[in-house]
């Protein structure tokens, strides 16, 4: 049974930082393409990182060089560091992967950036 368990969410302030870890359980992450997605209030989700089996990455526009997505193939976990956030990041972000033409999620974690 495919299992995605986030973490690492909480409250910070502008410019602080945060790191998301996604747990995987259920089949082995290294194989599979990995992505954390948010979702803000009256917003759709949205693709904010990706990486593939091979190691490449993918990033929104909003996010990049400001946040990192790796993985722990050891762990089977990926992490998404975000740095430099500002409030436009609040959101409850997911961990994301696919699998027998279905896609996977995690429960989502909030992330809240505030003064």
């Known amino acids: 049974q495919v299992q995605l368990v986030e973490s690492g969410g909480g409250l910070v302030q502008p410019g602080g930082s945060l790191r998301l870890s996604c747990a995987a359980s259920?089949?082995?992450?290294?194989?599979?393409?990995m992505g954390w997605y948010r979702q803000a209030p009256g917003k759709q989700r949205e693709l904010v990182a990706r990486?593939?089996?091979?190691?490449?990455?993918v990033y929104a526009d909003s996010v990049k060089g400001r946040f990192t997505i790796s993985r722990d193939n050891a762990k089977n976990t990926v992490y998404l560091q975000m740095n430099s956030l500002t409030p436009e990041d609040t959101a409850v972000y997911y961990c994301?992967?696919?699998?027998?033409?279905?896609?996977?999620w995690g429960q989502g974690t909030q992330v809240t950036v505030s003064s």
């Open positions: 990486i593939t089996s091979g190691g490449s990455t």
């Open positions: 259920g089949f082995i992450l290294i194989f599979n393409t």
């Open positions: 994301n992967t696919q699998g027998g033409g279905r896609d996977y």
